[in-house]
């Protein structure tokens, strides 16, 4: 089954955490989890550069120390780079000192600030022994990361599930449809009247 919105009971369990901007104003947010990625990364900045909108990168540890080169890249865009965790663990899964100890690692190549749990799982526990980081989830998960979805489906889940203030998640991973399905997504929003903007500017 799949959710495309987060499960209900979240916002109740984290409730200093962001899944959507509170307004009335057609504003979305976009943010993209994985990356970076030589191939993909690049693909996304340009376009985000081409109809000047701003985003969240929350970037895997490992591959933010892989490629430097391209953090560097996207924070000279403007746009600002979270914390995805140094190996992309199931905070359910993992230990609250390991789980801590991974976000630490991947804070050194990411970000000390701001942090989105890999898979939006994250014990009580732990989220309150991160208490610095704004923990961000999202609105609108349309599955561009599987591969037997297809991006016509993931397409129709955006322009089907946005409102006003949507955190959208999408994947900086070359086997994601992001790549594929993104401008047509802007250029759709933008018609029905959207604009998109920067979550930090709505702390």
Aim: charged share 25%; with cysteine; glycine share 6%.
């Amino acid at each position: 089954m799949r959710l495309f919105r987060p499960w209900f009971p979240a916002g109740c369990l984290y409730r200093d955490a962001l899944f959507r901007i509170k307004t009335t104003e057609r504003i979305l947010f976009l943010t993209f989890d994985d990356g970076p990625d030589p191939l993909s990364t690049t693909r996304l900045l340009d376009l985000l550069r081409k109809y000047k909108i701003p985003a969240i990168f929350f970037c895997s540890g490992s591959a933010a120390e892989k490629y430097p080169e391209l953090i560097s890249l996207i924070r000279a865009d403007g746009h600002l780079t979270g914390n995805h965790g140094y190996n992309h663990l199931n905070g359910w899964k993992t230990s609250t000192t390991t789980y801590l100890e991974d976000v630490k690692k991947a804070s050194s190549f990411t970000s000390d600030t701001i942090f989105r749990p890999p898979y939006g799982r994250i014990t009580i526990k732990q989220r309150r022994l991160l208490k610095f980081y704004r923990i961000i989830f999202w609105d609108v998960m349309p599955y561009d990361f599987d591969v037997s979805f297809g991006g016509e489906k993931c397409l129709k889940i955006l322009k089907s599930k946005i409102r006003p203030g949507s955190v959208i998640v999408l994947h900086d991973k070359v086997s994601s449809c992001a790549n594929s399905i993104l401008e047509e997504f802007i250029l759709f929003a933008q018609k029905e009247g959207y604009r998109f903007g920067m979550i930090q500017d709505f702390f």
